[in-house]
């Protein structure tokens, strides 16, 4: 390789594009739990989830060879932003506004999330294409932005339930659990609206708890849960 075959637009394609606005979604998640607007933190972080759904899709339907692996590259640097940074930093900040939690536990809490989601790309990357299996070996990482985003949406976030569920979630990660890719095409449907719903300024709310939110922490809870018992 000379260093004329280096440049950028000889590596990036569509779907970088669209795992760079993966990343871009973590990372406005992250600038905005700082700024303590953690209901758009929320929103950005399944923002990011969308966006990291149809990045392999777009690559496949686009025939992108990938010889050298930038794509499968970038597209861990954006997830571990995504979906490792950004819920470290929404757990840290949404919970220290909340007098009587010890910062250090919290604080520990975050990196666990963000070493779990470091060791689950790591491992992902390694083994692809060298096992025999096209489940997911340990819970897929987007999976614990998606958990923590709907349970503050939901309008059900508790401080303690939500440390319980990041450092249950973090482990499973990097657990030898397979997990199948999630195929009920009904219940994608309605994710999609309920999506669309949490995601448009439609304000839906019942006790003060929004039951789109709710619905989607539920189907997240289920397979999280449902893959555990079958095994």
């Known amino acids: 390789m000379s260093i ?29 739990s700082i700024n303590h607007n953690f209901g758009l933190s929320a929103i ?46 929404f757990i840290y900040t949404c919970i220290n506004t909340t007098p009587g939690i010890f910062e250090i536990t919290v604080m ?17 990357n390694v083994i692809a294409g060298k096992i025999d299996t096209d489940d997911f070996i340990g819970f ?7 958990i ?7 309008g059900l976030f508790n401080p303690i339930i939500a440390l319980i569920l990041s450092v249950v979630v973090s482990l499973l990660m ?10 009920n095409h009904i219940i994608i449907g309605i994710s999609c609206i309920l999506i ?6 439609i304000n839906i ?11 989607l922490l539920l189907f997240c809870l289920y397979y999280l849960i449902i893959n555990l018992i079958k095994r």
Request: proline share 5%; aromatic share 10%.
């Open 44 to 89: 950005l972080m399944i923002i990011a989830i969308m966006f990291d759904s149809v990045d392999g899709w777009v690559a496949r339907k686009t025939d992108r060879h990938d010889d050298l692996g930038f794509g499968k590259n970038i597209d861990s640097l954006s997830d571990i932003i995504s979906f490792g940074a950004a819920p470290a930093i």
């Open 196 to 201: 669309l719903i949490i995601i448009l300024p």
């Open 108 to 124: 520990l809490v975050s990196l666990l999330i963000v070493i779990c989601g470091v060791l689950r790309l790591t491992r992902y």
């Open 174 to 183: 990097i657990s030898n659990f397979r997990y199948p890719k999630f195929d």
């Open 140 to 146: 897929p990482i987007p999976g614990i932005s998606f």
């Open 4 to 32: 004329t075959d280096t440049d950028i637009k000889s590596f990036i394609a569509i779907s970088d594009i669209i795992s760079l606005l993966n990343m871009s979604s973590g990372f406005l998640s992250i600038i905005c």
């Open 148 to 154: 923590i985003a709907t349970l503050y949406l939901s």
């Open 205 to 215: 709310s019942i006790f003060n708890i929004n039951p789109a939110g709710l619905l």
